[in-house]
């Protein structure tokens, strides 16, 4: 992966961001008229509902603002008149993690946050993976970092709170360096990681831990998979509401997606779909879930697959409630639905169209040659589908 990135805001009536980093493709282009407090945007789908885009840019300037270095490989977060990324800074034993904001019309550097790497074996080129999290209600921002650290820092980068999550609740940190990005729920601050520690937590499991947002105190647990294939997954959960009842989805690190209720943390149902551990996010629409992944599936075959849940069950709903299953392997890019079609970017960089009611393909292409990055949907007004 790309260890440096920069920062490219795009001059027109609207602000936009462009997260410049080679792995991914031209659909990660952020357009934003408003805030953007995650990865995936307000509605955690990563549609926006900007108007009035730009059609070309270029890295040589053409609606260039600012530019500024940065070291890191997440996604940048905007918050009010703030861009906000995580990433690292120093050298040698002075090396650590950060959060740091820029001002969105001049790229002017407004404050950094450094904290230091605990107990943990991911290498340093791997740091400040997950990204960060912002709550338009306080101005909050949320950061879970590679050793365990969980931070929640005010508009001007002080800390408000925060959480030893390896002391507090054994956090395990793999090597592989890839962390849960926190999601903001309400009240509650959301996150999720795999762990161990004594009594009923002896057994690893992959955890969904639920905090008060403003105070960091602990409001629920919940354990809704069995024994974790991996130690260090990356799929962030989404809220929807289902039946009446408020969900988190999520992909675990058992290969399962689970739904768990949001506001107590008792576990609904759970779909079993591969061997390992799950790195995308679901997407919703409705009663259906859509999720993907690209390792061994549980009755052999090729390897990965689309998948669209009946989200109504409850208990084990592996054999009961799957709707339809394709294969493409997509182990890393998100899926986006919009208007009844799913766009899965597989892990060889090619973009597949699907019906979201059958499965069928309706077009695929080339974007590149590894599929990472998650597709971004905002409409320019003279393209239709």
Same mark, same amino acid.
């Given at each position: 992966?790309?260890?440096?990135?920069?920062?490219?805001?795009?001059?027109?009536?609207?602000?936009?961001?462009?997260?410049?980093?080679?792995?991914?493709?031209?659909?990660?282009?952020?357009?934003?008229?408003?805030?953007?407090?995650?990865?995936?945007?307000?509605?955690?789908?990563?549609?926006?509902?900007?108007?009035?885009?730009?059609?070309?840019?270029?890295?040589?300037?053409?609606?260039?603002?600012?530019?500024?270095?940065?070291?890191?490989?997440?996604?940048?977060?905007?918050?009010?008149?703030?861009?906000?990324?995580?990433?690292?800074?120093?050298?040698?034993?002075?090396?650590?993690?950060?959060?740091?904001?820029?001002?969105?019309?001049?790229?002017?550097?407004?404050?950094?946050?450094?904290?230091?790497?605990?107990?943990?074996?991911? $290498?340093?080129? #791997?740091?400040?993976?997950? %990204?960060?999290?912002?709550? !338009?209600?306080?101005?909050? =921002?949320? &950061? *879970?970092?590679?050793?365990?650290?969980?931070?929640?820092?005010?508009?001007?980068?002080?800390?408000?709170?925060?959480?030893?999550?390896?002391?507090?609740?054994?956090?395990?940190?793999?090597?592989?360096?890839?962390?849960?990005?926190?999601?903001?729920?309400?009240?509650?601050?959301?996150?999720?990681?795999?762990?161990?520690?004594?009594?009923?937590?002896?057994?690893?499991?992959?955890?969904?831990?639920?905090?008060?947002?403003?105070?960091?105190?602990?409001?629920?647990?919940?354990? $809704?998979?069995? #024994?974790?294939?991996?130690? %260090?997954?990356?799929?962030? !959960?989404?809220?929807?509401? =289902?039946? &009446? *009842?408020?969900?988190?989805?999520?992909?675990?690190?058992?290969?399962?997606?689970?739904?768990?209720?949001?506001?107590?943390?008792?576990?609904?149902?759970?779909?079993?779909?591969?061997?390992?551990?799950?790195?995308?996010?679901?997407?919703?629409?409705?009663?259906?879930?859509?999720?993907?992944?690209?390792?061994?599936?549980?009755?052999?075959?090729?390897?990965?697959?689309?998948?669209?849940?009946?989200?109504?069950?409850?208990?084990?709903?592996?054999?009961?409630?799957?709707?339809?299953?394709?294969?493409?392997?997509?182990?890393?890019?998100?899926?986006?639905?919009?208007?009844?079609?799913?766009?899965?970017?597989?892990?060889?960089?090619?973009?597949?169209?699907?019906?979201?009611?059958?499965?069928?393909?309706?077009?695929?292409?080339?974007?590149?040659?590894?599929?990472?990055?998650?597709?971004?949907?905002?409409?320019?007004?003279?393209?239709?589908?």
């Amino acid at each position: 992966m790309l260890s440096n990135l920069k920062f490219r805001i795009v001059n027109m009536r609207l602000h936009y961001l462009l997260l410049r980093l080679h792995l991914i493709s031209l659909f990660s282009l952020f357009c934003l008229a408003s805030d953007w407090p995650s990865w995936r945007g307000p509605s955690g789908d990563s549609i926006s509902t900007s108007t009035g885009l730009i059609s070309s840019w270029s890295q040589d300037g053409s609606n260039l603002l600012w530019s500024i270095p940065f070291t890191g490989r997440s996604t940048p977060i905007i918050l009010g008149q703030k861009v906000c990324s995580n990433g690292r800074i120093g050298e040698g034993v002075h090396r650590q993690e950060m959060v740091a904001c820029f001002d969105v019309e001049d790229g002017r550097r407004l404050w950094e946050y450094r904290f230091n790497v605990y107990l943990t074996t991911v $290498p340093w080129n #791997r740091v400040g993976w997950a %990204n960060i999290s912002g709550d !338009p209600e306080t101005g909050y =921002i949320f &950061s *879970q970092g590679v050793g365990g650290t969980l931070l929640c820092l005010d508009e001007e980068g002080q800390l408000v709170w925060s959480r030893s999550l390896a002391e507090d609740f054994g956090f395990f940190s793999g090597y592989g360096g890839r962390t849960q990005t926190p999601v903001v729920d309400e009240k509650r601050l959301i996150v999720t990681f795999v762990s161990g520690s004594w009594g009923d937590w002896s057994a690893p499991r992959h955890r969904t831990f639920a905090f008060n947002k403003y105070t960091g105190d602990l409001l629920w647990v919940a354990t $809704p998979g069995q #024994r974790p294939a991996d130690l %260090n997954t990356q799929s962030t !959960p989404v809220i929807a509401t =289902i039946n &009446s *009842q408020r969900l988190l989805i999520q992909g675990n690190a058992d290969g399962s997606i689970c739904a768990i209720q949001a506001r107590t943390g008792k576990p609904v149902w759970r779909f079993r779909l591969s061997k390992r551990g799950l790195n995308t996010s679901v997407v919703v629409s409705g009663e259906t879930v859509y999720a993907t992944h690209s390792e061994e599936n549980l009755n052999g075959g090729p390897m990965g697959a689309v998948v669209a849940i009946d989200a109504t069950g409850a208990g084990d709903v592996t054999t009961t409630h799957q709707k339809w299953r394709t294969n493409i392997a997509a182990g890393f890019s998100s899926p986006l639905l919009k208007d009844g079609k799913l766009f899965v970017v597989d892990n060889s960089a090619n973009l597949h169209c699907l019906n979201a009611s059958d499965g069928t393909k309706m077009m695929d292409f080339s974007i590149g040659t590894v599929g990472k990055g998650s597709p971004v949907w905002a409409i320019k007004p003279s393209i239709t589908l």
